[in-house]
């Protein structure tokens, strides 16, 4: 096992190094420690910091701790989870390749990470046809450079915004690696959750419930502020549905869909406008008990409830396939919004349809 395994353990070459080791993964996370614990590191890391970690000075425990990484994201099996890891996973990677590739054209090279090529990396992921390097940086295949692209957020990357050479798009150093970077984190979601044995999941027990608690602990309410109702989980997108028709909620019901549009980012004011059809609707009371759920006038800000409290009051309604990997309507929330394209995750309150703080027909009462 090289320092270059540890250091990319996605690749294929790294994969052949622990299999060609014969490494027992039950034996491992029954009697390696170190191993167990630096991969419990890579996965609450990834969801506290959204990296994962140092590096263990032992090469050997550094790349078999990915694995068992891998593992302990798929006994945990959320959503939320799976994307948080693969991203932290890509954000080394990156952070890495782009020192070693830069250093592999200078005299940094014998100072920094193992001798590595872009042509390695680009054979690795079967990019080595679709890309040419050029004076100024590297035409992409269209092909090639549209999947890599799509779940980058930033304008820059779509291709309206690129010169279009032919079949070919040109990019920047620095913009390759970030296309490679997405790969990577393609490839580390890849196959995730995967089927582990029951022996394996009784070992780690510890680490999955330290896992869990992290996930427990998470404010999920951090990074959202984008109403887009569509993308609602179904329960939510039903208790909008009913407050918009007009009917009147029972009080659990209206705190959840009311502390959901708080933490995604709707303020009091576009909250009390939804509950202005509702009969008996008291501007008043309803405004303070928005106010008192957002934290403007309590000291907490109230986190919509979990799904396994939304059951329990019979407001889980027509769960579907992405409801099975998550725990919470925010948690499905937060994954709608990071797999959907531009023109999907347009916010309600930005719409040029003339109405700019309220669902469209097609959403009012369906
Ligand atoms: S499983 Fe959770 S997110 Fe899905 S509909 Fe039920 S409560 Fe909502």
């Given at each position: 096992m090289e320092a270059r395994h540890a250091r990319y353990p996605f690749r294929q070459e790294a994969r052949e190094a622990v299999s060609a080791a014969g490494v027992d993964l039950v034996e491992l996370v029954r009697d390696d420690d170190a191993v167990v614990e630096r991969a419990a590191e890579r996965v609450t890391n990834a969801v506290t910091e959204r990296d994962i970690g140092d590096a263990h000075p032992d090469d050997r425990v550094e790349l078999l701790s990915y694995p068992v990484a891998r593992v302990l994201v798929s006994i945990v099996d959320e959503h939320v989870l799976v994307r948080r890891y693969a991203a932290a996973e890509a954000q080394a990677a990156f952070d890495r390749f782009d020192a070693d590739l830069r250093a592999s054209d200078t005299e940094l090279k014998?100072?920094?990470?193992?001798?590595?090529?872009?042509?390695?990396?680009?054979?690795?992921?079967?990019?080595?046809?679709?890309?040419?390097?050029?004076?100024?940086g590297y035409d992409v295949g269209v092909g090639a450079y549209l999947p890599l692209s799509a779940s980058l957020k930033d304008e820059q990357w779509r291709l309206?915004?690129?010169?279009?050479?032919?079949?070919?798009?040109?990019?920047?150093e620095t913009e390759l690696h970030h296309l490679l970077q997405q790969a990577v984190e393609d490839r580390v979601a890849d196959g995730l959750p995967l089927t582990v044995p029951d022996e394996i999941?009784?070992?780690?027990?510890?680490?999955?419930?330290?896992?869990?608690?992290?996930?427990?602990?998470?404010?999920?309410?951090?990074?959202?502020?984008?109403?887009v109702p569509e993308l609602f989980p179904p329960c939510m997108k039903n208790l909008l549905e009913r407050v918009r028709a007009g009917d009147h909620l029972p009080h659990h019901s209206r705190f959840a869909i009311t502390a959901f549009l708080g933490n995604i980012g709707l303020e009091t004011d576009e909250i009390?406008?939804?509950?202005?059809?509702?009969?008996?609707?008291?501007?008043?009371?309803?405004?303070?008990?928005?106010d008192h759920i957002k934290g403007e006038t309590s000291p907490t800000e109230y986190t919509a409830p979990a799904c396994a409290t939304m059951k329990s009051y019979g407001d889980c309604v027509n769960p579907d396939a992405l409801c099975e990997h998550i725990s919470h309507?925010?948690?499905?929330?937060?994954?709608?919004?990071?797999?959907?394209?531009?023109?999907?995750?347009?916010?309600?309150?930005?719409?040029?349809?003339?109405?700019?703080?309220?669902p469209d027909e097609s959403e009012e009462g369906a």
């Open positions: 014998s100072v920094s990470g193992p001798d590595i090529t872009v042509e390695e990396f680009l054979a690795e992921f079967g990019l080595d046809a679709q890309v040419r390097e050029t004076a100024d309206v915004h690129r010169a279009l050479d032919g079949g070919d798009v040109p990019v920047s999941t009784d070992e780690l027990g510890p680490q999955v419930g330290e896992i869990r608690g992290v996930l427990d602990d998470l404010d999920l309410t951090r990074d959202i502020d984008i109403v009390v406008d939804l509950y202005e059809v509702n009969p008996g609707f008291g501007e008043e009371m309803t405004r303070y008990q928005t309507p925010l948690s499905y929330y937060e994954a709608k919004i990071d797999d959907a394209d531009e023109e999907e995750a347009i916010d309600w309150r930005e719409r040029d349809d003339g109405d700019d703080a309220e």
